[in-house]
């Protein structure tokens, strides 16, 4: 078993006949089956098809020195992107604690099918190892865009629509507030964690996205300079630092658990900090799709 | 009005030389009263306040402040208040943390009264007959029969009409204080503040008169909300339920909350205070039970009166300035930048982690000369 899952793909194709692979594909389709603890049930996924989207880039930029909006471009999604329908539960989060290959939570949920919350970067990613080994599978935090593009029409551009005033710093921090102040006047004040589902689905099939739960994204702080005609003159990175996506993107420490003790004096903080996964897709995935278009049924 | 002292003949009188002196133990008292005070303690008949002009002054709620004058005109008049005492169930933050809350005028902190000194303040004070407790009411402004708390006692269902002279302007605190339960009634918000402006307003210290465009009341609370052995906040059916583990956990000196307004985030977001760039703000600030340093991130105090008595020159320039439990103080700060301000408890772990933290949103032009990013951050 483990020597076949060392296989790399180029090797398969070239030394093994369509037989073998068979053989093969049939192991690692039966794989993760067996590799589940009795109790885990495997995590609903939905598959997101590819395509392109039109999206606000994350990052601070600036242009000449003065900050601006991030660039909206088209982004294209070249893969399948396979994302858990549902955040991980603080039931599916106690198991890992159980095996001992996640921390303890500072103040355990009262119920399993509450999404998990109170959780860092660090404990989100403590999850997916531990759910990697488990399952056989690669599992992830997504991308920016990767949520982005799961998150479908609930994602929300949260651009200013203001061209940086060089002459007064102040009408963007304003506005920055200002749209947070709405924000939790309509109805962003709901704070209450709802079971699973409790914000229903999206035209992709993905529950709760953009609920009130924010999600760790694998994408580090960035900070981009352009010059006046838009060109990148530089970009720094800052992996301390993370993107949580839900009602509008904020930046976290890898470590806040509670982002109420993670705002700045200022700003707004996310009401909760959750997650979900994204599974890795890989030639194990492509295999049997291919095998199953070819072989008589 | 003082007729027969000459205000500089008081002044000149030393400890020392009362002590050296032989004078009668009345002629102390009277010398030893601050000169200004003289003017408002000249023996007033009954008639003679009967004459008074009367004013009926409604009360609005915090953080904003009825209409005034800052400088007086005319004598001294009666101004009539009147507040009535709701208990009832308030939520702390965002996570849904209840209370039971006595408050004067349904609010966290009660209203601001404004009057100038030499004034009648003549409170009506209703206890409605909702509520299940006795209150009463102690004007730090005011002399005599424990602020006016042993005169004040009324049941649900009952009123009672208090009348005092403002003779020291500032800004005062008030709160309930029924006997044996004191504490427990100024911690479930049961206090607001009085402004007894001089009347011919606010002075510099040194003359020059001080005005303000704008002002408003922030009332800072300590609140106790016992927890249940997991943790979590516990809930009552009734404060009389509630009473035994608050007394607990106020006991701890340990606040679950300590906000501005009565509310995590009270003065924020939609409720955020604002102002402009060349306005003058004025900002009382009261915390009837515990201490606090209030801070505005970005700005400063122009002139400060922390400990809020109006006699005393302001100080200039402050960073941050403290207010001890059991007082008012007043800020007075013209914007120079547009942008948000946070005013807080400089105890940072107060403002951030237990709520003492407000916002002011400013607008207007940005002055370059003050402050400028030469560089936007980059790589280095
Ligand atoms: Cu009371």
């Given at each position: 078993?483990?020597?076949?899952?060392?296989?790399?793909?180029p090797?398969?194709?070239?030394?093994?006949?369509?037989?073998?692979?068979?053989?093969?594909?049939?192991?690692?389709l039966?794989?993760p089956?067996?590799?589940?603890?009795?109790?885990?049930?495997?995590?609903?996924?939905?598959?997101v098809?590819?395509?392109?989207m039109?999206?606000?880039?994350?990052?601070?930029?600036?242009r000449?020195?003065?900050?601006?909006d991030?660039?909206?471009?088209?982004?294209?999604?070249?893969?399948?992107?396979?994302?858990?329908?549902?955040?991980?539960?603080?039931?599916?989060?106690?198991?890992?604690?159980?095996?001992?290959a996640?921390k303890?939570?500072?103040?355990?949920a009262?119920?399993g099918d509450?999404?998990?919350?109170?959780?860092?970067?660090?404990?989100?990613?403590?999850?997916?190892a531990?759910?990697?080994?488990?399952?056989?599978?690669?599992?992830?935090?997504?991308?920016?865009?990767?949520?982005?593009?799961?998150?479908?029409?609930?994602?929300?551009?949260?651009?200013?629509?203001?061209?940086a005033?060089?002459?007064?710093?102040?009408?963007?921090?304003?506005?920055?507030?200002?749209?947070?102040?709405?924000?939790?006047?309509?109805?962003?004040n709901?704070?209450?964690?709802?079971?699973?589902?409790?914000?229903g689905?999206?035209?992709?099939g993905?529950?709760?996205?953009?609920?009130?739960?924010?999600?760790?994204?694998?994408t580090c702080?960035?900070?981009?300079?352009?010059?006046?005609?838009g060109?990148?003159?530089?970009?720094?990175?800052?992996?301390?630092?993370?993107?949580?996506?839900?009602?509008?993107?904020?930046?976290?420490?890898?470590?806040?658990?509670?982002?109420?003790?993670?705002?700045?004096?200022?700003?707004?903080?996310?009401?909760?900090?959750?997650?979900?996964?994204?599974?890795?897709?890989?030639?194990?995935?492509?295999?049997?799709?291919?095998?199953?278009?070819?072989?008589?049924? | 009005?003082?007729?027969?002292?000459?205000?500089?003949?008081?002044?000149?009188?030393?400890?020392r030389?009362?002590?050296?002196?032989a004078?009668?133990?009345?002629a102390?008292?009277?010398?030893?009263?601050?000169?200004?005070?003289?003017?408002?303690?000249?023996?007033?008949?009954?008639?003679?306040?009967?004459?008074?002009?009367?004013?009926?002054?409604?009360?609005?709620?915090?953080?904003?402040?009825?209409?005034?004058?800052?400088?007086?005109?005319?004598?001294?008049?009666?101004?009539?208040?009147?507040?009535?005492?709701?208990?009832?169930?308030?939520?702390?933050?965002?996570?849904?943390?209840?209370?039971?809350?006595?408050?004067?005028?349904?609010?966290?902190?009660?209203?601001?009264?404004?009057v100038?000194?030499?004034?009648?303040?003549?409170?009506?004070?209703?206890?409605?007959?909702?509520?299940?407790?006795?209150?009463?009411?102690?004007?730090?402004?005011?002399?005599?029969?424990?602020g006016?708390?042993?005169?004040t006692?009324?049941?649900?269902?009952e009123?009672?009409?208090?009348?005092?002279?403002?003779?020291?302007?500032?800004?005062?605190?008030?709160?309930?204080?029924?006997p044996?339960?004191?504490?427990?009634?100024?911690?479930?918000g049961?206090n607001?503040?009085?402004?007894?402006?001089?009347?011919?307003g606010?002075?510099d210290?040194?003359?020059?008169?001080?005005?303000?465009?704008?002002?408003?009341?922030?009332?800072?609370?300590?609140?106790?909300?016992?927890?249940?052995?997991?943790?979590k906040?516990?809930?009552?059916?009734?404060?009389?339920?509630?009473?035994?583990?608050?007394?607990?956990?106020?006991?701890?000196?340990?606040?679950?909350?300590?906000?501005?307004?009565?509310?995590?985030?009270?003065l924020?977001?939609?409720?955020?205070?604002?102002?402009?760039?060349?306005?003058?703000?004025?900002?009382?600030?009261?915390?009837a039970?515990?201490d606090?340093?209030?801070?505005?991130?970005?700005?400063?105090?122009?002139?400060?009166?922390?400990?809020?008595?109006f006699?005393?020159?302001?100080?200039?320039?402050?960073?941050?300035?403290?207010?001890?439990?059991?007082?008012?103080?007043?800020?007075?700060?013209?914007?120079?930048?547009?942008?948000i301000?946070?005013?807080?408890?400089?105890?940072?772990?107060?403002?951030?982690?237990?709520?003492?933290?407000?916002?002011?949103k400013?607008?207007?032009?940005?002055?370059?000369?003050?402050?400028?990013?030469?560089k936007?951050?980059?790589?280095?």
């Open positions: 078993m483990a020597t076949t899952l060392r296989l790399s793909l090797t398969l194709t070239t030394s093994l006949g369509l037989v073998l692979l068979a053989g093969a594909a049939a192991l690692l039966a794989a089956a067996r590799r589940l603890a009795p109790d885990l049930p495997p995590p609903q996924t939905v598959l098809r590819p395509g392109t039109l999206h606000r880039l994350d990052g601070d930029y600036s000449v020195g003065q900050p601006v991030a660039p909206r471009q088209l982004v294209r999604i070249h893969r399948p992107l396979e994302i858990m329908r549902y955040q991980v539960t603080a039931a599916d989060y106690a198991r890992c604690i159980a095996a001992s996640c303890r939570l500072d103040q355990p009262s119920r509450l999404p998990v919350t109170g959780v860092s970067l660090t404990d989100a990613s403590d999850y997916a531990w759910l990697s080994r488990e399952t056989g599978a690669t599992w992830r935090l997504p991308s920016d865009r990767e949520w982005a593009y799961a998150a479908g029409s609930r994602f929300r551009d949260d651009a200013r629509g203001l061209d005033d060089a002459a007064n710093p102040a009408l963007r921090w304003l506005a920055d507030y200002d749209r947070e102040a709405e924000r939790k006047a309509a109805g962003g709901d704070v209450a964690l709802r079971p699973v589902g409790g914000f689905l999206n035209e992709h993905v529950a709760d996205i953009a609920g009130n739960i924010w999600e760790w994204t694998s702080l960035r900070r981009v300079s352009l010059d006046a005609a060109r990148t003159l530089g970009e720094t990175s800052n992996c301390g630092i993370h993107v949580v996506e839900g009602q509008h993107r904020a930046m976290m420490t890898f470590f806040i658990r509670n982002p109420k003790s993670g705002g700045c004096s200022v700003g707004t903080p996310p009401d909760h900090l959750g997650f979900r996964l994204v599974r890795e897709r890989s030639w194990r995935d492509a295999v049997p799709e291919m095998l199953r278009r070819r072989l008589p049924a | 009005m003082g007729q027969d002292r000459k205000p500089g003949e008081s002044l000149t009188l030393t400890r030389s009362i002590l050296a002196g004078a009668a133990t009345g102390i008292a009277q010398a030893a009263a601050p000169a200004q005070a003289q003017a408002v303690m000249t023996k007033v008949t009954a008639e003679d306040i009967a004459k008074l002009p009367r004013v009926k002054q409604k009360l609005v709620d915090p953080p904003f402040v009825h209409p005034h004058e800052q400088i007086a005109t005319g004598g001294p008049k009666v101004i009539e208040f009147e507040m009535t005492i709701h208990e009832k169930k308030i939520v702390l933050d965002d996570a849904g943390t209840e209370t039971f809350a006595f408050t004067f005028n349904g609010t966290v902190p009660g209203p601001l009264m404004v100038h000194e030499g004034d009648y303040v003549e409170l009506t004070l209703i206890n409605a007959d909702t509520n299940e407790l006795m209150h009463n009411i102690d004007f730090h402004a005011s002399t005599g029969a424990l006016g708390g042993a005169l006692e009324v049941s649900p269902g009123r009672v009409v208090l009348r005092f002279k403002a003779t020291r302007p500032g800004v005062f605190v008030y709160h309930c204080a029924p044996g339960m004191v504490p427990w009634h100024v911690t479930a049961m607001g503040a009085l402004m007894v402006l001089p009347r011919d606010l002075k210290g040194q003359g020059k008169a001080l005005k303000y465009d704008k002002v408003y009341y922030v009332g800072e609370q300590d609140f106790y909300v016992p927890r249940d052995e997991t943790g906040f516990k809930r009552y059916a009734s404060p009389g339920d509630a009473h035994e583990d608050v007394v607990k956990a106020m006991r701890t000196l340990t606040p679950s909350h300590i906000v501005f307004n009565g509310k995590v985030g009270a924020t977001g939609k409720n955020a205070l604002t102002s402009k760039v060349g306005e003058t703000v004025l900002v009382v600030h009261s915390q039970n515990r606090t340093r209030p801070h505005l991130i970005g700005g400063h105090g122009d002139y400060v009166w922390a400990t809020g008595k006699r005393n020159p302001p100080e200039r320039d402050l960073e941050t300035w403290f207010i001890p439990g059991g007082c008012a103080g007043a800020a007075l700060y013209t914007f120079l930048q547009p942008g301000y946070a005013y807080v408890n400089h105890n940072l772990i107060e403002a951030f982690e237990l709520g003492a933290a407000g916002h002011f400013v607008e207007g032009q940005w002055n370059d000369d003050l402050m400028k990013q030469i936007a951050p980059a790589g280095i």
